[in-house]
């Protein structure tokens, strides 16, 4: 058997482990400590714009109590984008509010504005405005953020920008993670940097950080006893993790361009395949992390990208359908929907390639040689 290809495995740098082995020697195994408050400071730095940081346990955490700091409660509404993965949803449901899913536009695949303001004028026709907006960049391409935040300004409602994908993207220079009220970022074990498991919680409002961190801390009031006037969480990000991350950050403008570097290869290998397209940057304004590789195959005699994906599980690679929106998943039948079929198509045709920064060349060739087989079969 072939060795496998993952997706996106995790690619450790050079100090990693020795920033471990750090924190072992001075014994800061605990959510806290010197490199959770140096691995905010870096992301910190690292986005820019004024933003505070606050680490945590996982992306899902973080927007669960970037919603919390939005004074989303039982009975409220939030729109979210609906192609995307269940954890931008689902801290929605955790609050006892309900998600109002929106549908995708063609070009960047994130929350068409013009559903937006549908959405938000008829919600606000039923009487409810929406606590808040999900925008999610999906596998690290920018949304459409000046509409989508001229829009929310309108409407005097606040965004939270899902970055899990994103970070190392920009949209007119300015790194996404930085335009909503709050955003998140994943540190899942599949993202462009890793802790194994984490997330954090962006924003500029410096007071909303310090009230997560409390938060997440399980929201000890200040007392040598244990006192609690808040409902709180186990969310903080651990000592050891935030290791790992301080050393991710090192190398993750080589990621970026590594994960790039992925896609500028499938591009090439398959330019003479015209059933296979490919989601590229609008315009100049856009710059995606490439975090996934993705395709859409639009084969007229009807071979399908899951034709792709188990031609080439069968020789141990691993690919992906894209994200099923979420308003077909069965948790959320009763949600709100407002669509056009966007998502629905790009589900149907999308897929999304083996995409670390880890490949090597001779992986990548593996992986183009299979599809690139599976249209000559086809055509004989
Ligand atoms: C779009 C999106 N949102 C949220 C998350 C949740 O992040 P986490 O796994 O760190 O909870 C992920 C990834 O897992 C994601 O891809």
Redesign the pocket.
Known sequence: MNTKIWLSSPHMGNNEFNNIKEAFDTNWIAPLGPHVDGFERDLANFLGEGVSVAALS???AA?HLGLIMLGVQAGDEVICQSM??S??ANPIAYQGATPVFVDSEERTWNMSPDLLETAIQDRLRKGRKPKAIIV?HLYGMPAEMDQIMDIANRFDIPVVE?A??ALGSSYKGQMLGTFGAMSIL???GNKIITTS???ALVSKNEAWIKQSRFLATQARDAAPHYQHSHIGYNYRMSNICAAIGRGQMEVLPERVQQRRANYTFYKEAFADLAAIQFPDEPNADYYSNRWLSTVLINDKKGFSREDIRLALESENIESRPLWKPMHLQPVFANAPFYGDGTSERLFEKGLCLPSGSNMTDEERARVAARIKACFKEVAV
């Open positions: 996982s992306g899902t927007l995307t993965f954890a931008s999610v899902d899990a994908e994943s540190f899942n498991g984490g997330g």
